[in-house]
Nanobody, 124 residues
Framework: QVQLVESGGGLVQAGGSLRLSCAASGRAFNSGAIGWFRQAPGKEREFVACIIWNGVNIYYADSVKGRFTISRDNAKNTMYLQMNSLKPEDTAVYYC?????????????????WGQGTQVTVSS
């Protein structure tokens, strides 16, 4: 049983910050990878960031490098996405996800479990 629930989204002005949380149940943190995707209106869902099971290997989309930081707290079964210097183009529904295997971690279809999403809106 794996359940992922995102929270922390909201409305923020450009240049501001938000921290998203993903509360996990089951064995999500034992998955090959856990990460974040986002989907803007009218666009395909895209990779944002992920952590491989060992907590050491971390990957970011080029568009968020230097601005976003992914982390997890195993004791709290929670994953975070700290988003700084937000831009209007960051506006999207953000989803947390877990993959049973650690291959193709930048690909949406590689992930097996998904949260329901949390809306992030960045105004200019």
């Amino acid at each position: 049983q794996v359940q992922l629930v995102e929270s922390g989204g909201g409305l923020v002005q450009a240049g501001g910050s938000l921290r998203l949380s993903c509360a996990a149940s089951g064995r999500a943190f034992n998955s090959g990878a856990i990460g974040w995707f986002r989907q803007a209106p009218g666009k395909e869902r895209e990779f944002v960031a992920c952590i491989i099971w060992n907590g050491v290997n971390i990957y970011y989309a080029d568009s968020v490098k230097g601005r976003f930081t992914i982390s997890r707290d195993n004791a709290k079964n929670t994953m975070y996405l700290q988003m700084n210097s937000l831009k209007p183009e960051d506006t999207a529904v953000y989803y947390c996800a877990a993959a049973r295997n650690g291959y193709g971690v930048r690909i949406e279809k590689s992930y097996d479990y998904w949260g329901q999403g949390t809306q992030v809106t960045v105004s200019s």
